[in-house]
């Protein structure tokens, strides 16, 4: 793999000072963007993003052409017409970010469906406001929902709310009401903000045992689109493919 930092594209190996926190905890931030074969998608929405986080935790950003870095890491890894997933890594060294870029093949699949197990483990923090690169207590749930035959890992508070999955933001719908999990400790998904330009989205505290009550489910990520949950632990939900397929045009602007 062909990636960049710091002025230059490089293969294979990365290496960060040991000193510093980025190596020693996983300080820092990343991005994961959809290339969809011609096109960045969201750049700009992942960028505010990240630079939001940054700003928050007093992070200097090395100044960077996002846009011309990207493609040259495309180009360089031979996926021009490809799908991809893109990587922008903001590891913190010194109180400042060199941020690195990388791009392998991801394979997109049209009218997939996904399962959730919600995680039996509770971790709450204010850090899950931002997509950092320690992600540690991410991982565990999805492998332990993996290990239960499920695509993904439901989270969710003290008080059995709902927040998100392991990888994505999550969409409720009654009828033709949709509605996200009303918490501060979720992500702000960058699919999510790009459904709600062509649903109206309503925020909503939802309880894991008020579930029943809704006809259907979606997850949304960037490199998924809007992915339709036929079941959350043993209960069932309908599929609708035809809102699906619409959000993730956009998502992945097809």
Excluded at 114 to 123: A, E, G, V
Excluded at 170 to 191: C, H, M
Aim: net charge negative.
């Amino acid at each position: 793999m062909i990636y960049y930092r710091n002025g230059e594209l490089l293969e294979d190996e990365v290496r960060l000072d040991f000193s510093q926190p980025a190596f020693r905890t996983g300080y820092g931030f990343f991005e994961t963007i959809c290339w969809n074969g011609s096109k960045i998608c969201h750049l700009d929405l992942h960028l505010e993003r990240a630079r939001n986080s940054l700003a928050e935790f007093g992070i200097a950003e090395e100044p960077l052409e996002y846009e011309t870095v990207i493609r040259e890491v495309i180009n360089a890894n031979g996926l021009e017409n490809e799908f991809a997933r893109v990587n922008v890594f903001f590891p913190a060294e010194q109180g400042m970010t060199l941020p690195m870029v990388s791009a392998v093949p991801f394979e997109y699949v049209a009218q997939r469906t996904w399962s959730l197990k919600p995680n039996p483990h509770i971790f709450l923090t204010p850090l899950m406001a931002h997509k950092s690169t320690n992600r540690m207590d991410y991982l565990n749930a999805w492998k332990y929902a993996q290990s239960e035959g499920f695509d993904d890992a439901l989270l969710q508070d003290f008080e059995g709310n709902v927040l998100e999955s392991s990888f994505a933001s999550l969409l409720f719908r009654v009828g033709d009401a949709y509605f996200e999990p009303q918490t501060e400790f979720k992500l702000p998904g960058i699919s999510q903000m790009v459904a709600a330009c062509h649903i109206d989205i309503d925020s909503v505290r939802i309880s894991l045992p008020q579930i029943e009550q809704f006809d259907h489910v979606y997850a949304l990520n960037s490199l998924g689109g809007m992915i339709p949950i036929t079941a959350i632990g043993d209960v069932k939900f309908e599929v609708d493919f035809v809102i699906a397929e619409r959000i993730s045009r956009a998502v992945l602007e097809l």
